[in-house]
Nanobody, 126 residues
Framework: QVQLVESGGGLVQVGGSLRLSCAAS????????MGWFRQAPGKEREFVAGINWSSDISTYADSVKGRFTISRDNSKNTLYLQMNSLKPEDTAVYYC???????????????????WGQGTQVTVSS
């Protein structure tokens, strides 16, 4: 089992920045593909960004490409999402997810991930 805990969410103005963190338990983090997802009220959970286990591949949803950056620090068992130029449309609960394994792939589908955090709220106001 892998436990994931998100943090860093909050209220930010349009155009501002926020950095989300996801702390993972155990020693499996370094061999897991990781992803960030978000879900607005009444909406489906959607892929935001993903990074593979070796940190040499990352991918982003078109809606955040160029504004968000996913990264990981395996020594700290922590996943990050740097969010810049925030828009009201970015308002959602953000979740991190883990998929154990050493695949070089980056996964965008929710069913590919085995473990999920509880989420952290991001609110972007004008």
């Amino acid at each position: 089992q892998v436990q994931l805990v998100e943090s860093g969410g909050g209220l930010v103005q349009v155009g501002g920045s926020l950095r989300l963190s996801c702390a993972a338990s155990g020693r499996t983090f370094g061999s897991s593909a990781m992803g960030w997802f978000r879900q607005a009220p009444g909406k489906e959970r959607e892929f935001v960004a993903g990074i593979n286990w070796s940190s040499d591949i990352s991918t982003y949803a078109d809606s955040v490409k160029g504004r968000f950056t996913i990264s990981r620090d395996n020594s700290k068992n922590t996943l990050y999402l740097q969010m810049n130029s925030l828009k009201p449309e970015d308002t959602a609960v953000y979740y991190c997810a883990a998929r154990p394994g050493t695949s070089t792939s980056v996964y965008q589908a929710t069913y590919r991930y085995s473990y999920w955090g509880q989420g952290t709220q991001v609110t972007v106001s004008s």
